[in-house]
């Protein structure tokens, strides 16, 4: 009876692992909207010649690849500025298929037409542009509709072009436009049309037939009002709420119809330039958000109503804030990620204290942001420094990659059926996985 037990509970470890090990990676921010994943039997450290296989891209782009079951689906840009979205084989890397959305790269600064991440539901998966090109496909590659936001809306006000990603969550299809509501004539995308609102707009995966769609306020100035952040879904004292970051705010909104049922003011100091990259993320009844340039990162208790901005912060961190990587909360852990220092802190979820911090290797900064499983976190910096850390008690670097003359790196890493995915500006590389 003794040796039966064991190997049930052998048998269940196994099948507990496989399972860990199988989790998709469906959206920007993986399966928890957190950059978590419970996938194990990753490797510590990633080289080149140790790569399960490489895929050749046809341009750069801060995409970052969604996986589901056998299939990898990556955003990116080519030298004749169309605008595609590929799919890839997960075991061996042969290109399945690959679909031109729109024509009409640009970029501006760091940025191009081919920022947003895509999204999967193991249904479909649905690839946004930064032009307001919205489509979705089969996992063969056939078309099953699409549309545009630009042409339904207007073009999107922001100056460094769209770069917030698709969300699905809750049978809804969610699109953030947070844009300045007065364009200047010399805006990237200026259409002729100067004014403009920032909303919410919710779509049925299924049909992209437009569910509700949400004015969000703010009274910011100028390029304050922008935001290139993801919301989050968010399950409280609320019930079922829409996290959002922009405009100076974070606030709570109804899944229902958009309505807004909070927000609050991330610091005192106004700025015309203070736009918001990050996007929020949250763990067992906080939601942190975090401001730009230098502003701290904050937690706010959960469950307000109206102005929350001097009733529920919970703390404040302004030690070595983020200005555009996204924290990663993984295993009870909060990190914050400075890309531009490159210096990585653990902090307490609950008080915001410090457990430690450390500089990660590398020449340029982190546009990325930490991804953390099996132990780890995953980085890769813009000339293409890929880190592994220790995501335990104390500041330990597990090893380091450099993806020589592949740069600029934007992309944030994914972890998907045990394996590791990184994304540079020339190819996708898959690392561990049997």
């Given at each position: 009876m003794?040796?039966?037990?064991s190997l ?32 194990t039997?990753l ?6 010649e140790d790569a399960?296989w ?5 341009g ?9 079951g ?8 080519d030298?004749q500025?169309?605008l ?7 075991a ?7 679909q031109?959305v729109a024509v009409g ?11 947003p ?5 193991g249904?479909?998966v649905?690839a946004l542009?930064g ?6 496909f ?6 099953l509709w699409?549309?545009n ?11 460094w072009?769209?770069g917030?990603?698709?969300l699905?969550?809750d049978?809804q ?6 844009q300045?509501?007065e364009?200047p004539p ?19 995966p ?6 509700w769609k ?5 009274d ?8 290139y ?5 968010y ?5 079922e709420?829409l ?8 606030s709570?909104?109804s899944?229902k119809d ?10 005192e ?6 736009r918001i990259v990050t996007s929020p993320?949250?763990?067992d009844g906080l939601?942190y958000?975090s401001?730009?340039k ?8 959960d ?9 529920h912060?919970?703390w404040?961190?302004?030690?070595n ?5 996204t924290?990663?909360?993984y ?9 531009n220092?490159?210096v ?9 204290e410090?457990k ?5 290797a ?10 953390g499983a ?5 980085v890769?910096?813009e000339?293409?420094m890929a ?9 330990k ?14 992309s ?6 045990g394996?590791?995915?990184i994304r540079?500006?020339?190819?996708l ?6």
């Amino acid at each position: 009876m003794k040796r039966i037990a064991s190997l049930l509970a052998a048998l269940a470890c196994g099948t507990a692992a496989l399972a860990a090990s199988g989790e998709n990676w469906p959206q920007w921010r993986g399966p928890n909207f957190n950059g978590s994943t419970k996938a194990t039997g990753l490797p510590a450290s990633v080289a080149k010649e140790d790569a399960k296989w490489v895929a050749a891209l046809p341009g750069k782009s801060g995409a970052t690849p969604v996986v589901w079951g056998d299939h990898v689906f990556v955003s990116s840009a080519d030298a004749q500025r169309q605008l595609n979205l590929l799919c890839f084989d997960r075991a061996s890397g042969k290109p399945l298929w690959a679909q031109t959305v729109a024509v009409g790269d640009k970029e501006v600064g760091r940025n191009n037409m081919a920022a947003p991440s895509p999204v999967t539901d193991g249904k479909r998966v649905i690839a946004l542009f930064g032009t307001g090109d919205l489509v979705a496909f089969d996992f063969a590659g056939k078309e099953l509709w699409r549309r545009n936001l630009g042409k339904d809306y207007g073009s999107f006000g922001i100056m460094w072009l769209y770069g917030s990603s698709p969300l699905l969550t809750d049978g809804q299809l969610i699109i953030p436009v947070l844009q300045r509501d007065e364009l200047p004539p010399d805006y990237p995308l200026f259409d002729g049309k100067p004014q403009r609102e920032s909303f919410l707009l919710s779509l049925d995966p299924a049909t992209g037939k437009t569910l509700w769609k949400q004015v969000r306020a703010t009274d910011s100035t100028k390029e304050s009002h922008e935001s290139y952040a993801t919301p989050i879904p968010y399950a409280g004292k609320n019930g079922e709420e829409l996290i959002v970051v922009g405009g100076d705010h974070v606030s709570g909104h109804s899944l229902k119809d958009g309505t807004e049922l909070w927000r609050a003011r991330l610091y005192e100091k106004r700025d015309d330039w203070y736009r918001i990259v990050t996007s929020p993320v949250a763990y067992d009844g906080l939601i942190y958000a975090s401001g730009p340039k230098g502003q701290p990162v904050v937690a706010f208790k959960d469950g307000g109503k109206g102005n929350v901005t001097d009733t529920h912060v919970a703390w404040r961190f302004a030690e070595n804030p983020t200005d555009w990587s996204t924290p990663l909360v993984y295993d009870g852990k909060l990190f914050v990620l400075d890309g531009n220092k490159r210096v990585i802190t653990r902090l307490d979820p609950k008080t915001g204290e410090k457990k430690w911090s450390g500089k990660l290797a590398g020449s340029g900064p982190i546009w990325g942001s930490p991804t953390g499983a099996d132990g780890k976190i995953y980085v890769v910096s813009e000339d293409g420094m890929a880190s592994v850390v220790d995501a335990g008690d104390e500041f330990k670097v597990l090893g380091t990659c450099l993806f020589d003359g592949e740069g600029p790196c934007k992309s944030s890493v994914t972890v998907a059926h045990g394996q590791i995915f990184i994304r540079t500006a020339k190819n996708l590389y898959a690392f561990g996985g049997k």
